[in-house]
């Protein structure tokens, strides 16, 4: 009786009402994941700076922490608010290359967008099987048109994007800059398996493209963490 009432919730909920939730729940799991990565940062020894230079960093980022991750909120809700009003016929070039739109080009930029690529080609490979199914997954949520890999709100390049413009407002040289794109890649994209994971889980449960199976296993070359779906996923999915 029990697993009859919790095989059909998703029958009284809408796509867009999913949709809506999971905007919700990956800027909350987001927002933790920043938190952690600022407050961790002091621990990170990853970073080509000087001890003077690594210490004034982690102490701007720990006293801008609450701009920085409300800037990330603001530039996530936008991904996801393009993401459904996208009709599948934008000019603009989304691919893996593309940074002129947040503001990179030129040589001056030069230093900073091999750095972003360098992240973006490797993780984007590392997680571009769970990148696809949120993909779809998310397109059934709104019935919209085919969107492109760059896209999905979630994907590898687009946080990489956000957080740009999360720590863009602090006005750091190129160096801290790039100091800090490689925190983000250690600390925060490495971990994105498990927020992958329970945003899968959420929209399967919910009937979205509910034919592809669930990604079970550790992406290669991600962290190995716990992968427990966070109880704010199990609640949502209990509510009646």
Not at 23 to 40: A, G
Not at 144 to 155: A, F, M, V
Not at 173 to 202: G, H, M, V, W
């Amino acid at each position: 009786m029990t697993n009859k009432k919790r095989s059909q919730p998703s029958k009284t909920i809408s796509g867009h009402d999913v949709f809506a939730e999971v905007i919700l729940l990956s800027k909350k799991q987001i927002t933790e994941m920043l938190v952690r990565m600022i407050d961790t940062a002091s621990d990170y020894h990853n970073w080509k700076l000087s001890d003077e230079d690594g210490k004034r960093t982690v102490k701007l980022l720990k006293h801008k922490q609450r701009i920085i991750c409300s800037s990330f909120a603001f530039q996530l809700n936008r991904n996801f608010t393009d993401f459904k009003s996208a009709d599948g016929s934008s000019s603009i070039v989304q691919g893996l290359h593309d940074w002129h739109r947040i503001g990179l080009s030129g040589k001056k930029d030069a230093t900073e967008i091999e750095e972003l690529e360098r992240i973006t080609n490797h993780y984007s490979d590392v997680f571009k099987g769970l990148d696809r199914t949120l993909l779809k997954r998310l397109q059934a949520c709104i019935k919209g048109p085919r969107p492109s890999i760059y896209e999905n709100p979630l994907q590898v390049k687009r946080l990489c994007e956000s957080f740009y413009h999360a720590i863009d407002g602090l006005k750091l040289e190129t160096n801290l800059k790039i100091a800090l794109y490689q925190l983000f890649a250690d600390r925060f994209i490495e971990s994105l398996s498990p927020l992958y994971k329970s945003i899968d889980l959420f929209l399967f449960e919910h009937g979205m493209m509910p034919k592809i199976p669930l990604h079970i296993g550790q992406p290669v070359g991600a962290a190995r963490l716990d992968c427990q779906i966070p109880n704010l996923v199990f609640a949502s999915l209990q509510r009646p």
